[in-house]
């Protein structure tokens, strides 16, 4: 496939993950296959929420929206890779990769600072029981979900409205497997000094500030845990506690590496493997140690699978 073959000069070129040799067809599979059990898991995810009462909590109404929001973003992603590797080309409209760089901005954001809700949640929990009821209440949680999705919303429409008019009359190759805003400054021949510390700017808002209010939480709810005298209740509050943090770790770090180093430090290999964490890895990740590991859900799903398909004599 040459570069050049593509519809219009405002069009541009995703490199992509994958190149056409036969070690990539395994890669492409598995990539495939991750992508429908996100999808599945995240939407049985969605279901369960909805039909069994027991989950009409505050905790999984977050949980319900963080699942929506990495369904719209592996959906805004991965098809693109995937029709590309299949058909040979990698051409994406202006357009295109303006939706591109919109949807997952505001999802990216949205899912940062629904990680923070969920985490203040649980402190409130954790920490303090008997004022949960009031201080986590159905009007809260809502406002809670709004406030993440308006926010993300709002700061992707600002960025996506600067980066798409910044002037690129260089190469309009993205060595990248979708539009991300520090794949695509590389392009602009204009300087980008001052929009990149616009970015810093959202980078801190939405990337180290919720980080913070996280582990400040966790940090609490581990005091908490300590002083309770039921050993069983400490390990698997521990257990839930560890595989948080490291889904959090696997988010905000490789997300804080990509958009808070200047623009000279990235190179695109390590930008796409960084990526890969961020959109693919922790989509996939996020039901399965948010909540199929809890009894309430299985529970649930015994319930779904019962009532689908029921026992005859």
């Known amino acids: 496939m040459r570069p050049d073959n593509h519809s219009a000069n405002t069009d541009f ?8 040799s036969h070690s990539s067809l395994v890669f492409f599979s598995f990539l495939f296959g991750l992508f429908i059990v996100t999808l599945t898991e995240n939407a049985l995810m969605i279901l369960l929420i909805h039909r069994d009462p027991r989950l009409h909590t505050p905790m999984y109404f977050l949980l319900s929206h963080l699942s929506f929001m990495d369904i719209l973003h592996v959906s805004n992603i991965v098809p693109k890779v995937i029709a590309d590797f299949l058909s040979g080309r990698r051409a994406i409209s202006f357009a295109g990769c303006g939706i591109q760089v919109f949807l997952s901005l505001t999802l990216l954001g949205g899912e940062c600072l629904l990680l923070a809700a969920m985490s203040c949640d649980r402190y409130v929990a954790i920490c303090h029981p008997l004022r949960y009821p009031v201080i986590m209440s159905e009007r809260v949680s809502v406002l809670m979900a709004a406030g993440c999705w308006l926010v993300g919303t709002l700061n992707a429409m600002v960025h996506t409205g600067l980066v798409l008019h910044l002037p690129f009359c260089r190469s309009r190759v993205i060595d990248h497997y979708f539009c991300e805003i520090p794949a695509m400054l590389k392009l602009s ?5 001052s929009y990149e510390r616009g970015v810093d700017v959202s980078a801190i808002l939405f990337l180290l500030i919720p980080l913070s209010m996280i582990c400040a939480s966790y940090v609490q709810i581990l005091l908490t845990v300590l002083r309770m005298k039921s050993s069983e209740a400490r390990k698997k509050s521990y257990s839930t506690c560890s595989f948080h943090m490291v889904v959090v ?9 990509t958009y808070m180093r200047p623009k000279s430090y990235h190179t695109p290999g390590q930008d796409k493997f960084l990526a ?3 959109t693919i890895v922790t989509p996939t990740l996020n039901p399965v140690i948010y909540s199929f590991r809890n009894k309430d859900v299985l529970t649930a799903m015994k319930n779904v699978l019962r009532s689908s398909f029921p026992y005859r004599k």
């Open 249 to 257: 770790i696997m988010y905000y770090g490789p997300f804080i590496f």
């Open 276 to 278: 890969i964490f961020y």
């Open 13 to 20: 070129i995703l490199l992509g993950l994958f190149s056409s």
């Open 189 to 193: 021949c204009a300087d980008t000094s």
